[in-house]
Structure formats: C-alpha cells, structure tokens
Nanobody, 121 residues
Framework: QVQLVESGGGLVQAGGSLRLSCAAS????????MGWFRQAPGKEREFVAA????????YYADSVKGRFTISKDNAKNTVYLQMDSLNPEDQAVYYC??????????????WGQGTQVTVSS
C-alpha cells in the first residue's frame, strides 16, 4: 500500500504559477512511476504528467507541455508539479497517483485525495 497526500493547490490569477506536492508513505517510493492527473467539473479525468522511477524520464500531456514540470525527490518520497503560465483551462482538481507497472498513461494503482487548483481570468 502507498498513501499519497497532495498539497499546494489554491487560487491563482491567469499567467501565474503554483507548485503542487505529493508526499508518499508506505512502500518504497522509488518502486513506482508517479503521475499527475486532473479532473474539471463535467469532464473526465485526464493525464497531465508522469515521471519514471529514477526521475530520469518525464512525460506530459500536449496541453501542458512547456508550461508544467514534474519532478521527484526519492529521498523525501515526494513528487512535484510546477505549473507556470496557468490559464483558466487548467482549473481542476489535481490528483497524484502511483503505478507499479510501466504504462505511464495507463492504469494507476494508488491515488491521492486531490487538491483544487482555481485559475481566475
């Protein structure tokens, strides 16, 4: 079992930045691919970004590429999502997730409770 707790969400003006954090506890953090997903009201949950076990490879949705950066600190059991140049379309609940397998856009095994990101225009 892995427990995931997100933090860092909030209200930001369009063009601004936020950094989300996801603290993991339980089994060895470095055994998991870590991902960020988001879900806006009335929409399906969508993939945002993922990072490999070592942190050496990162993956992004086209909609956030160049604006968001995923990173991890295995020593702190934490994964981050730096979000820059935010726009109202980025407004959603953001979820951290962990996967034992290798499909970065596939099924994840553990999920956090989510953190709200609100972008004002």
């Amino acid at each position: 079992q892995v427990q995931l707790v997100e933090s860092g969400g909030g209200l930001v003006q369009a063009g601004g930045s936020l950094r989300l954090s996801c603290a993991a506890s339980g089994r060895t953090f470095s055994n998991y691919i870590m991902g960020w997903f988001r879900q806006a009201p009335g929409k399906e949950r969508e993939f945002v970004a993922a990072i490999s076990r070592s942190g050496g490879n990162t993956y992004y949705a086209d909609s956030v590429k160049g604006r968001f950066t995923i990173s991890k600190d295995n020593a702190k059991n934490t994964v981050y999502l730096q979000m820059d140049s935010l726009n109202p379309e980025d407004q959603a609940v953001y979820y951290c997730a962990a996967q034992i397998g290798s499909a970065v856009r596939g099924k994840y095994d553990y999920w956090g409770q989510g953190t709200q990101v609100t972008v004002s225009s």
